[in-house]
């Protein structure tokens, strides 16, 4: 157990933010949440009276001044990614910035700049890669138990609408970087390159409402292509699928395939006199990846206190952005895209 208190603090108040919020709260020894930023004064409100004692601050650049912040968790949306990560690093604060992690290459590499100027940690947030049958995975094919990697397959689907700021791809990027950042990730992962080239086809099938004004917007994308090393990519991502939160991956090999992502709710099924078989299908990612969040967090927590190095760099981090806008590219151009262009 750490003798030094470490604060966090937390910019979002988000689900997703929250669920930063509770680990540091409660699961990280050493560890607590002392601020919390939200331009929502009720959300930043209603964040520190269930952290307990955390201060709340509409302007993060007054939370960093407080020496009492050790490290910074950037959950907000992607556009004020850069600016967030850079302030906290020229205050000398380590980060764990929330995927996608910004909009385009030039700010992830200013991020990344600006934290190693400062020294401090930069750590990126695909918590799949702290998933203990993603692990498993990874140990199996750098053992050879399936040969050399040929392919790897990820999909996300996630079941509710996008928000409708989503719909201008110019401010969101899309659902290749909201919903497929972590596949980018996953396919970088396994096959221990990043894509080389990549074709992508797009199209709006649920969002009617977004037809109009946003003729661009798309809620289901293919992306196909091949890796620096020669393997191959495949992901596919969907919003608004109703049917539940859906993650999934294939790993083939030369000898052999893997698969991850478990679809059922607690892993029951029943049947009843109609003789129809039931599956409870995952609703939510919150639940699914609930595990490799703490994790994720507990690393970020030994890289504070400078006992570990993050696990996803913001190279990483980098290396997905590009993949995203070559993707959404080679949608608008209709064209195979090379991410040497």
């Known amino acids: 157990m750490p003798t030094h208190h470490k604060g966090i603090c937390l910019v979002g108040a988000g689900r997703a933010g929250l669920i930063h919020g509770r680990n540091f709260q409660s699961q990280v020894p050493g560890f ?19 952290l307990g004692g955390a201060r709340s601050f509409r302007d993060y650049r007054q939370a960093f001044d407080d020496p009492a912040v050790h490290g910074v968790v950037v959950v907000t949306p992607t556009k004020y990614h850069r600016d967030i990560v850079v302030a906290a690093a020229a205050a000398g604060k380590h980060i764990l910035c929330e995927k996608p992690m910004a909009m385009n290459e030039a700010e992830c590499q200013q991020m990344i700049d600006t934290a190693n100027k400062n020294k401090v940690t930069l750590q990126i947030g695909f918590m799949r890669r702290y998933d203990a049958s993603f692990l498993a995975a990874k140990e199996a094919i750098d053992a050879g138990e399936i040969g050399q990697v040929v392919m790897v397959k990820s999909l996300t689907r996630g079941p509710s609408t996008p928000q409708p ?19 980018i990730d996953t396919v970088h992962w396994f096959t221990g390159s990043t894509f080389q080239e990549v074709y992508a086809v797009a199209g709006n099938y649920r969002c009617p409402e977004a037809r109009q004004a946003y003729p661009d917007f798309y809620d289901n994308v293919v992306l196909t292509g091949k890796l620096q090393n020669g393997m191959q990519g495949n992901i596919d991502g969907a919003q608004g699928v109703g049917y539940g939160y859906d993650a999934r991956v294939e790993i083939l090999g030369t000898d052999g395939v893997i698969y991850l992502g478990d679809t059922n709710q607690g892993g029951m099924m029943y049947a009843n006199r109609s003789g129809n078989k039931v599956q409870p299908f995952v609703k939510s990612w919150t639940g699914l990846f609930a595990q490799a969040y ?3 967090d507990r690393h970020f927590a030994a890289c504070i206190l400078g006992e570990a190095e993050p696990r996803v760099t913001g190279l990483d981090g980098l290396n997905a952005v590009r993949v995203v806008a070559a993707g959404n590219q080679s949608i608008a151009e209709r064209r195979i895209v090379s991410l040497e262009e």
Do not use: F, K, R, T
């Not at 601020?35 to 964040?47: L, M, T």
């Open 32 to 50: 607590s949440v002392v601020s919390v930023v939200d331009p929502s004064e009720e959300a930043a409100g209603c964040a520190c009276d269930e």
């Open 165 to 183: 700021w989503m719909y201008d791809i110019a401010a969101s990027n899309g659902p290749l970087a909201e919903v497929n950042s972590h596949d």
């Open 294 to 296: 703490l994790e994720e």
